[in-house]
C-alpha cells in the first residue's frame, strides 16, 4: 500500500492528466471543418437565409448571422431557406 504522499502524488498525477485532456477536448473542439453555411449561401447573393441542417445564417444590415451548431449535428449540402427580397 502506497504511502499518503505517494497516493497524493497519483491523485495530483492523474488529475493533472485529465487536466490536459480535456484542455485539449476543448481547444480541439474550434478546429475541423467548419459548417458550410460559413463560406456563404447556396447561389451567393440572391439567397438571404440559408442552412446546412445544423446552422442556419441570415444576411442583415450589421452583416452575417449565423445560429450555433447542435452537439451532435451532421452538416448537410448547404440549401436557400430564403432568396433575397422575400420578407421575413
Do not use: K, N, Y
Amino acid at each position: 500500500m502506497p504511502s499518503r504522499d505517494e497516493a497524493l502524488a497519483i491523485t495530483l498525477s492523474i488529475a493533472a492528466a485529465l487536466m490536459a485532456v480535456l484542455l485539449a477536448v476543448i481547444a480541439g473542439a474550434g478546429i475541423g471543418p467548419q459548417p458550410a453555411t460559413e463560406g456563404g449561401p447556396p447561389g451567393g447573393p440572391a439567397c438571404a437565409e440559408w442552412t446546412d441542417g445544423c446552422v442556419v445564417c441570415r444576411r442583415t444590415p450589421d452583416g452575417l448571422a449565423c445560429s450555433t451548431p447542435g452537439i451532435a449535428c451532421v452538416p448537410a449540402a448547404p440549401r436557400c431557406l430564403r432568396p433575397t427580397g422575400v420578407p421575413i
